[in-house]
């Protein structure tokens, strides 16, 4: 059993930044690939980003590419994205996820995570 808990979200001005971070209860968060995702009102929940268990690998949106990076901690039980250069179009709840069985080209579907928090909202102004 893992439990999440995601914070960092907020309101911020087109073009600024935040820091979400996603801490992890349990020992055994290593073992788990970990993601974000995003809804905005009225759409479907969408990949945003994900990260191996190790942290080596990781995936993004083509919306996000270049502007948000993802990471990990370990030894926190932490994961993170850092979203730079937002944009109106990024206003939505954020939402981290926990995968035991994810494997290569299976990070990007929500239906392959176990665990999920229960959402931060993130809000960008133009």
């Known amino acids: 059993q893992v439990q999440l808990v995601e914070s960092g979200g907020g309101l911020v001005q087109a073009g600024g930044s935040l820091r979400l971070s996603c801490a992890a209860s349990?020992?055994?968060?290593?073992?788990?690939?970990m993601g974000w995702f995003r809804q905005a009102p009225g759409k479907e929940r969408e990949f945003v980003a994900a990260?191996?268990?190790?942290?080596?690998?990781?995936y993004y949106a083509d919306s996000v590419k270049a502007r948000f990076t993802i990471s990990r901690d370990n030894a926190k039980n932490t994961v993170y994205l850092q979203m730079n250069s937002l944009k109106p179009e990024d206003t939505a709840a954020y939402y981290c996820?926990?995968?035991?069985?994810?494997?290569?080209?299976?990070?990007?579907?929500?239906?392959?995570?176990?665990?999920w928090g229960q959402g931060t909202q993130v809000t960008v102004s133009s």
């Open positions: 990260v191996s268990r190790s942290g080596g690998s990781t």
């Open positions: 996820a926990a995968g035991l069985y994810i494997g290569i080209g299976s990070y990007y579907y929500s239906s392959n995570y176990e665990y």
């Open positions: 349990g020992r055994t968060f290593s073992s788990y690939a």
